[in-house]
């Protein structure tokens, strides 16, 4: 499976973006999708998930009522929406892809269950 992240950009603080993660080669729908981030100088982190079906999504508290992920399987494609941006959201987001596991629900926040990952898209939020 190949991930294509793209959406990234330069945005000022309260504004928004979408990213968006194509794939290819894979069954798409089989997937769960997640969306880690990187700021320099620090681990990378989680920041939602959301499960095969799309009924269940995730976040880190951080994020929570201001960023949105999504999927359209008809087109491969899992989304970011990221409002209300903030300069501390200013990382490198890479999305990532999870084959059906029984111990993801367990693990989803981690980099363990993904089996694959997208290049990184920057996003940079100035204040």
């Known amino acids: 499976v190949q991930l294509q992240a793209s959406g990234g950009g330069l945005v000022q603080a309260g504004g928004s973006l979408r990213l968006s993660c194509a794939a290819s080669?894979?069954?798409?729908?089989?997937?769960?999708m997640g969306w880690f981030r990187q700021a320099p100088g620090k681990e990378r982190e989680f920041v939602a998930a959301i499960w095969w079906g799309g009924g269940k999504t995730r976040y880190v508290p951080s994020v929570k009522g201001r960023f949105t992920i999504s999927r359209d399987n008809a087109k491969n494609t899992a989304y970011l929406q990221m409002n209300s941006l903030a300069p501390e959201d200013t990382a490198v987001y890479y999305c990532t892809a999870a084959r059906a596991r029984s111990d993801y629900n367990g693990y989803y926040y981690t980099p363990q269950p993904y089996d694959y990952w997208g290049q990184g898209t920057q996003v940079t939020v100035s204040s």
């Open positions: 080669g894979g069954t798409f729908s089989s997937y769960a």
